[in-house]
């Protein structure tokens, strides 16, 4: 870890707040309001991160038990940080509650307002730690269920960012296997953005390109689907149709790690509803956070098992929370309160300790799940289009393992 070494820890805080200072100097431009002239900040992050910032020793974050140096930090004034604020001006980092659930998320759940709502409420950061919070108004119980970055185009072959040139939603023909595909930005593309993957890998299950398993069918008779440098592959856009000159295809490699970061997902909420006996059908809305969020199909995400399947008024997309959260906090010493009384009264599972995490993680590793019952719309889709081949459980579940 570099920030145990040597002087890795300042340099990376370091880098940290000069990375603030170039933004600061943006804001000035857009604005006109000088860097000086602030006089109070509100910095959210996940634990890491914040530790990175403060100059905290994070090492124990990774290490058993997970205990973080610090959940609530206390303010700091600019000068201590060398930001270039006024030099008293009040920097504060909002609570955390473990090791890898941060000030992100206890911010984001202020956002949501699920601690002022009596129904039980599911809210979800669709991001690299997985960060999710059940509960309602009398209790909060949380986790994260390291994902990995895969929603955000990292780790797929050619997978990007949701900027110009990603492909952001795809359709494919159920009898030609031809995709339609729309591109931000509308010019040629360059790669599969996240909500591109979720569109494409839904898509690909419902017309029977891929099976449950996620294993690519290569005996149908398209050119789409061929045995590719990375194995088995679907080809979405052709070297001529680019920005790149290069195919771009989603592998059997891209499809395995995006069910692993799928099942982690499913599988964090599902331990979460178990441990407090209650079914994911009861709970009244579905509360999805973190700037990706809003760019996620509700459709195409419950297709591959990503979210429960529930009536689609049950899912509200809330946008960038953290920062919402921490605009919140900034403004009003009431939100400041509430957001350290929403840390102090969540409840944290460590997955990593809990038995029966492992379990729900492989039975999600399929589409959308070992059990399909459980996703009762669908199995009627997946029917319908006639692909209803089922694969070997004791197969898929042992190569999965021995992986």
């Known amino acids: 870890m570099y920030a145990s070494k040597g002087d890795g820890l300042q340099e990376l805080g370091r880098l940290m707040r000069e990375t603030l200072a170039t933004l600061l100097e943006r804001l000035k431009r857009r604005t006109g309001v000088p860097p000086e002239a602030i006089h109070k900040a509100t910095v959210v992050g996940n634990t890491t991160m914040i530790h990175l910032f403060l100059g905290l020793p994070p090492e124990s974050i990774r290490l058993t038990p997970y205990i973080p140096a610090a959940n609530q ?6 000068s201590e940080l060398d930001l270039p604020l006024h030099p008293h001006a009040s920097v ?12 992100d998320i206890t911010a984001g759940v202020l956002a949501s307002s699920m601690t002022d709502d009596d129904r039980l409420s599911l809210f979800i950061d669709v991001g690299t730690n997985g960060e999710t919070v059940l509960g309602s108004r009398d209790w909060l119980l ?46 040629k593309p360059r790669g599969l953005c996240g909500s591109g993957l979720i569109s494409l890998l839904a898509e690909l299950f419902v017309t029977g390109v891929i099976d449950r398993g996620g294993n690519v069918k290569l005996n149908l008779d398209t050119p789409r689907v061929r045995e590719g440098e990375h194995g088995p592959e679907y080809v979405v856009a052709w070297a001529d149709e ?9 592998t059997k ?8 970061a799928k099942a982690a997902i499913y599988a964090g909420y599902s331990v979460l509803a178990n441990g ?62 509430r957001v350290k009384e929403i840390a102090e009264r969540m409840t944290y599972v460590e997955l990593s300790a809990d038995n029966t995490f492992y379990d729900a ?7 959308p799940h070992t059990d399909i019952a459980r996703f009762p719309s669908v199995a009627e889709t997946w029917e319908r289009q006639g692909t209803a081949s089922q694969p070997t459980a004791a197969t898929n579940m042992k190569e999965q393992s021995d992986g």
């Open 142 to 187: 949380t986790c994260a269920c390291s994902a990995g970055p895969a929603f955000e185009g990292a780790g797929v072959v050619d997978g990007m960012r949701a900027t110009e040139g990603a492909i952001e939603e795809v359709w494919v023909h159920s009898q030609t296997y031809e995709p339609t595909y729309r591109v931000i930005g509308g010019g």
């Open 253 to 260: 490699v891209d499809v395995e790690n995006l069910l692993r």
């Open 92 to 103: 504060d980092c909002l609570p955390g509650v473990a090791s890898y659930v941060g000030a």
């Open 242 to 250: 680019t920005a790149t000159g290069r195919d771009i295809a989603l």
């Open 361 to 367: 993680f492989m039975a999600a590793l399929f589409l």
């Open 276 to 337: 407090v006996g209650v079914d994911l059908a009861d709970v009244q809305q579905v509360l999805i956070g973190g700037a990706f969020g809003k760019y996620i199909n509700v459709e195409n995400a419950v297709k591959i098992g990503l979210l429960p399947d529930l009536p689609w008024d049950r899912f509200h997309f809330l946008g960038n929370t953290a920062v919402l959260g921490a605009y919140l906090a900034l403004l009003s010493q009431e939100a400041r309160q």
């Open 73 to 78: 930090p206390k303010p700091y004034l600019a």
